[in-house]
């Protein structure tokens, strides 16, 4: 039983467009969603989280999207760049489990120039 | 502060022998997880320290598994009678305590059993 779902495993998309990347979960406890890039021999590097009683968090290029009805988040990168290609993890907490996550299986992100 | 380091980089060991990997934290982080990621999948949580109060453990997580941090300081994971489905990327994270932070991730440890 997979809670927290990333169903697109990569995403390919030119430098200076949008990127979208999208999670799903089940867990009705979960309050806060975070995002991780992570590169290749590396571990993750947390990029940005939202908290449930938001509905959107922006941080430079970087912004996530809640809906909780639709169980549904999502990443938005704009304008996308070269560096930005890795892998991306969505996960999820509930502030009731001190801060353990649930992560998804990722997607790759692949920006061409 | 260096962030999160987790020796050895890699690890390679045969079928039964027992391993041990350590994790030093950014010491100013109260909390301290062991993650494990295979190949294609996400990084998938095996337990957590409150310093140097164990509070969860993976159900599953074997009885071959134990993790320890004594004096709420480093870690250290052992796998007793390694087998080969134990090849992974363990990875060690920590964080402040008090509500949800992201994870500040060490670089991994990669076990593979022959």
């Known amino acids: 039983d997979q809670q927290v779902k990333q169903n697109s495993p990569s995403l390919s998309v030119q430098e200076g467009r949008i990127s979208i990347l999208n999670c799903d979960y089940t867990n009705s406890m979960f309050d806060y969603f975070l995002w991780y890039k992570k590169y290749p021999a590396e571990g993750p590097t947390f990029l940005i989280s939202?908290?449930?009683?938001?509905d959107k968090n922006e941080d430079g290029r970087f912004t996530v999207f809640l809906n909780k009805s639709a169980k549904h988040l999502s990443l938005h990168i704009v304008p996308s760049q070269p560096g930005d290609s890795a892998v991306y993890f969505c996960?999820?907490?509930?502030?009731?489990?001190?801060?353990?996550?649930?992560f998804g299986d990722g997607t790759t992100l692949t920006v061409k120039p | 502060d260096t962030g999160v380091s987790q020796n050895p980089r890699h690890k390679i060991t045969k079928r039964g022998q027992n391993v041990t990997f350590r994790c030093d934290p950014i010491s100013e982080h109260n909390r301290l997880y062991w993650y494990r990621q295979t190949l294609g999948q996400g990084p998938e949580f095996l337990t957590y320290f409150q310093n140097e109060a164990q509070l969860e453990k993976s159900r599953l997580l074997s009885d071959r598994f134990s993790a320890e941090r004594p004096k709420g300081s480093f870690s250290t994971l052992e796998i007793q009678r390694t087998e080969q489905g134990d090849s992974a990327m363990y990875l060690c994270?920590?964080?402040?305590?008090?509500?949800?932070?992201?994870?500040?991730f060490g670089s991994g440890t990669r076990l593979t059993v022959v």
């Open positions: 994270a920590s964080s402040p305590s008090g509500t949800v932070y992201g994870y500040t």
């Open positions: 996960a999820a907490s509930g502030s009731t489990n001190a801060g353990k996550s649930t």
């Open positions: 939202i908290s449930s009683i938001k």
